[in-house]
């Protein structure tokens, strides 16, 4: 199964910045964070966190990165 997300940067409209992802179905959520790394050109530098409801829900699903080689250098 493959999962199509349609990705856009909060607060930037005019243009908008977005990106279309297509991932496995079994991604982990550190795999998802690396293709989304690597579809904005952005260079892994900052924590994440995957949230049901963008500060709403009462939990949310995080992982924090490991400190590992990048295997795209």
Not at 27 to 55: D, R, S, V
């Amino acid at each position: 199964m493959t999962l199509t997300f349609r990705i856009q940067i909060k607060n930037i409209k005019k243009p908008p910045v977005w990106r279309r992802l297509e991932i496995p179905g079994n991604y982990t959520f550190h795999q998802f964070h690396t293709a989304i790394q690597l579809a904005f050109g952005w260079q892994f530098e900052h924590l994440y966190q995957f949230m049901e409801h963008a500060y709403e829900g009462s939990w949310s699903i995080c992982e924090k990165p490991q400190k590992e080689a990048d295997p795209y250098q």
